[in-house]
């Protein structure tokens, strides 16, 4: 998971958590997904630690990540 946490309270992290924030179960929902799969560190202590005040921001998507090489598609 691609997640970079401001000390004063932003965690920045992937469109798709807001896109599909419902399927997650809001907000708290996306923060439990997180600190499940977030290796222990001090990322994951810091969000466990802070979940009730944090603000996620969402990174814009980067939709080059969808495009298939055209060198590897047979």
Aim: no cysteine; net charge negative; aromatic share 14%.
């Amino acid at each position: 998971i691609d997640l970079q946490i401001e000390k004063s309270g932003y965690a920045h992290i992937s469109a798709i958590f807001k896109w599909f924030s419902d399927d997650f179960g809001g907000q708290q929902g996306v923060i439990d997904f997180l600190l499940q799969h977030l290796d222990r560190g001090d990322d994951r202590d810091w969000l466990e630690k802070n979940r009730s005040s944090i603000n996620l921001q969402f990174k814009t998507y980067d939709w080059g990540l969808n495009a298939v090489n055209a060198g590897l598609a047979n």
